[in-house]
């Protein structure tokens, strides 16, 4: 099986501190793959590194076969690979339909492109997805003025407007209050299967990741502790001693 | 059908009563001339500095850069009063969004703070060059040639000129909004980063907006410089404790971001300033500072800001269960 992403041997320091170490990982194409690991363990210095956020010490990241690590933010996104951020990230004084709007894969952007009006198939998709995560009826709200958990939601919406071969989705449910997971992992399952978005999710929620991935890669002081399926992880005594403080 | 009926009758009141302005008031048609040169300073200022959030201090580079543009074609190329200015507005409007395509990538890569240090250098430095530069006159300016027409046509000339400019530049500038250009412009206001991770071309888009803003100011100092006649480096061309502090404070009195906010801003500064330095005179400049005080401190959204009270939007009312299942078709994906 060929990888849609595959790390190899990724490190990143700041200064002195080393936030990633060797670290090695693979997402098959359409799979759903998970991060966990104690605070601090180096998660999201990986996601930083695969969006091209900041340049990697040493290593390789492939992205459908092509290596990203050179490349810069925007580049890598216009690949493919769109990420959410762990304290959400949405245009706060523009509406929820703008948000939307904006989001939209460009194919081509020329002068054209940019001084042409929004086509209404455009503005049909955005509001089909704005449906899919329940903020239809608040389409025309100001994104500052949702909620904590529906501007979670929106920020998935407009990572589907996006139409990515690949999600980076940093810690989904953090904020979103308990209701609200449940129609969450739902919906990131549909994205999954009738989507086909393969999706790489950082989680604290253990019983969110381990009822979404297929496969687990658990971090611990900036290195790779552990893989494998959720119910090996589970109960790998190294990854609970992690967690709980020991050795 | 009725707003639109009503929508279309004001725009046509407006039209009228701005053409038969200068003929009602002979006497203020060189004021209403600034007026729309005013309008078009603070919708360019505002397109960079409201639509897109980059508080520019150097907008007024473009300005200069058009007077002299101008006035060195209508001196050097020997055409006669008429093509001479054509070519030179030509001129003076190339050179300036040429300016703002070479200082764009560099200068806009500046965020914050940093951005607005860095233009309000590139106007001190262009009026220091200027006032330096012997090929267009050094700190003595230049001047440019006499208006062949009669005097009191000399002013309908101008201002129907700057008129017509300041609508160009409005309409346009709000086209431009309603499409992706404004989408993006207001995205990088409100998050550049998130901008940059869903892969937009930050860099280009907000080059662009200043060539656009750079596009209409440079004209409009070509033909500015026509209409005062003496283009002086500092107190004119770049003028930026006058003239560019102005465009900053249009923007903010009429609403920076809103489509009218900025022509509303103009007239209302405009106008104001004017009554000041007729019944305030010696206490112009105090009484205009208090008026921006306050303007600042109680309305910061601006006059269009302030007015558009927050209606309760429908679907404000809290909901934080999802529906059972989404009613999506994926097929949709196009």
């Known amino acids: ?247 | 059908m009725k707003r639109r009926g009503r929508r279309a009758a004001l725009y046509t009141a407006l039209a009228a009563a701005a053409i038969v302005a200068p003929w009602l008031f002979p006497s203020y048609a060189t004021q209403f001339a600034f007026l729309c040169l005013m309008v078009v300073f603070a919708v360019t200022w505002d397109m960079v500095g409201g639509q897109m959030g980059y508080n520019s201090f150097g907008n007024i580079l473009f300005f200069g850069i058009g007077a002299y543009a101008c006035a060195v074609v209508q001196r050097d190329s020997g055409f006669g009063y008429a093509p001479g200015f054509a070519v030179g507005v030509a001129v003076g409007a190339c050179a300036g969004t040429l300016a703002a395509a070479v200082l764009g990538p560099g200068i806009l890569a500046l965020r914050g703070h940093y951005f607005a240090i860095g233009t309000l250098g590139l106007g001190v430095a262009a009026a220091d060059i200027a006032a330096g530069w012997h090929y267009i006159g050094a700190g003595s300016g230049m001047t440019t040639p006499l208006f062949p027409g009669a005097i009191q046509d000399r002013a309908k000339f101008f201002y129907f000129l700057l008129l017509a400019l300041a609508v160009v530049t409005f309409v346009t500038s709000r086209r431009l909004y309603q499409g992706r250009f404004g989408l993006v412009l207001n995205a990088i206001r409100d998050d550049e980063g998130k901008a940059e991770a869903m892969g937009l071309r930050t860099t280009g888009y907000k080059t662009m907006a200043w060539c656009v803003a750079a596009f209409f100011l440079s004209i409009s100092g070509a033909v500015a410089g026509n209409l005062v006649g003496y283009i002086d480096p500092r107190d004119f061309a770049f003028a930026g404790s006058t003239y560019g502090v102005w465009m900053i404070l249009m923007a903010i009195v009429g609403g920076r971001g809103t489509v009218w906010g900025p022509v509303i801003g103009a007239f209302v500064f405009h106008i104001t300033q004017e009554v000041f330095w007729t019944y305030l005179l010696g206490w112009q400049r105090v009484a205009m500072g208090l008026f921006i005080l306050v303007v600042v401190v109680y309305f910061p959204s601006g006059i269009v800001g302030s007015l558009r009270t927050r209606a309760p939007r429908p679907g404000g009312t809290e909901r934080e269960v999802l529906p059972e299942r989404a009613v999506v078709d994926p097929t949709r994906r196009q």
């Open chain 1, 1 to 247: 099986m060929t990888a849609l992403l595959d790390i190899r041997n990724v490190s990143k320091s700041f200064g002195g501190v080393v936030a990633n170490k060797d670290v090695s990982l693979a997402v098959p194409a359409g799979g759903i793959v998970g991060v966990i690991g104690p605070n601090g363990s180096g998660k999201t210095t990986l996601f930083n590194s695969i969006v091209g956020y900041h340049p990697i010490g040493s290593g390789s990241i492939r992205f459908c076969g092509r290596e990203i690590s050179g490349l810069r933010v925007p580049e890598i996104a216009r690949l493919g690979l769109i990420r959410t951020f762990q304290q959400t990230r949405i245009y706060r004084n523009m509406t929820a339909m703008r948000n939307m709007l904006i989001s939209d894969r460009l194919r081509h952007d020329g002068l054209r492109a940019a001084f042409a009006k929004v086509p209404p198939q455009q503005a049909t998709r955005a509001e089909t997805l704005l449906d899919f995560v329940g903020l239809h009826e608040r389409r025309d709200l100001l994104a500052g003025e949702l909620s904590f958990g529906q501007q979670k939601l929106l920020e998935l919406a407009m990572a589907l407007m996006n139409q990515p071969t690949m999600l980076l989705l940093d810690e989904p449910t953090a904020g979103v209050n308990p209701t609200l997971i449940n129609g969450l992992v739902d919906r990131l399952r549909q994205v999954n299967l009738e989507f086909g978005i393969t999706l790489l999710i950082i989680e604290h929620n253990m019983r969110v990741i381990m009822e979404l991935a297929q496969h687990i890669y658990c971090l611990a002081h900036g290195e790779l502790l552990a893989s494998g399926p959720p119910s090996l992880i589970q109960t790998d005594r190294r990854v609970v001693d992690a967690y709980l403080g020991a050795g």
